[in-house]
């Protein structure tokens, strides 16, 4: 199961998930530097440990290495969610309390997810239910306001 990246792990992966082609310590170091100061070397460590924990592969090209991503960024937080969906003791509260944190947008985006996971089932031998018209949100505890506060990191 994947860990999470840390800070400046997902600042390189970024770049070689966006980028979706094979790419160099110096030109990561490039972009970096439009944002922090960081030295070449820095970078350097952060894409050789990224190559040896499994998350890109690399190819010699001259005296240097080309970094090509292994998976996805969206297998990455696939793995991430589902890692954490599957350690939790209750597997439905942490669903209903994920989806209560979702917005609108978010959740038509997981209902559009549904539809497809639903779509590719019914190509096999059974079909699958239709989807929740909206994903249930958690039950407002005594004093909560109508409006939930937006999660960290929005």
Known sequence: MPR???DLEDAVMTRVWQWNRPVT???VLEDLQQ???IAYTTVMTVMDNLHQKGWVRRE???RAY???AVSTRAAYSAALMNEAWSTSDNPAAALVAFFGMMSAEQREALRDAVRVVQHDGETGSEAAAEPPAEPPAPPA???DSA???EPPGR
Do not use: C, K, Q
């Open 60 to 62: 010699a090209e001259g």
């Open 141 to 143: 505890a005594e004093g």
């Open 35 to 37: 944002e922090r100061s």
């Open 147 to 149: 409006e939930r506060p």
């Open 25 to 27: 310590v110096r030109e």
């Open 66 to 68: 080309r970094y090509t």
């Open 4 to 6: 999470p990246l840390g």
